[in-house]
């Protein structure tokens, strides 16, 4: 059974880091490209990153550009997102997804196969 699991969110101050990790089981992970998103409250899933299945295509999000990094150890198959100088505007609930299809990787919501229940990240004073 295909699962991903998220792991590593909680509360933090502005201005602190925290890294989530996305374990993937039942699937061969460097077949897949892997999304991280998030979603707020009453507001749209987007995608915060993402990392093609060779790791050499990365793409994240103007908002969190130089403060998020995307990585892949296939041979652990996790996938992780290290969040650095959070705000309290990264507060969501983050997903992460593989897509099979995608030759990078996509924004798309659709375009990913298999997600995980999601970890809460709350930054707040």
């Known amino acids: 059974q295909s699962q991903l699991v998220e792991s590593g969110g909680g509360l933090v101050q502005p201005g602190g880091s925290l890294r989530l990790s996305c374990a993937v089981s039942?699937?061969?992970?460097?077949?897949?490209?892997i999304g991280w998103f998030r979603q707020a409250p009453g507001k749209e899933r987007e995608r915060v990153s993402c990392i093609s299945r060779s790791g050499v295509s990365t793409a994240y999000a103007d908002s969190v550009k130089g403060r998020f990094t995307i990585s892949r150890d296939n041979a652990k198959s996790t996938v992780y997102l290290q969040m650095n100088s959070l705000k309290p505007e990264d507060t969501a609930v983050y997903y992460c997804?593989?897509?099979?299809?995608?030759?990078?990787?996509?924004?798309?919501?659709?375009?990913?196969?298999?997600w995980g229940q999601g970890t809460q990240v709350t930054v707040s004073s």
């Open positions: 039942g699937l061969s992970l460097d077949s897949y490209a």
């Open positions: 997804a593989a897509d099979r299809r995608s030759s990078g990787c996509s924004s798309n919501v659709a375009a990913y196969d298999y």
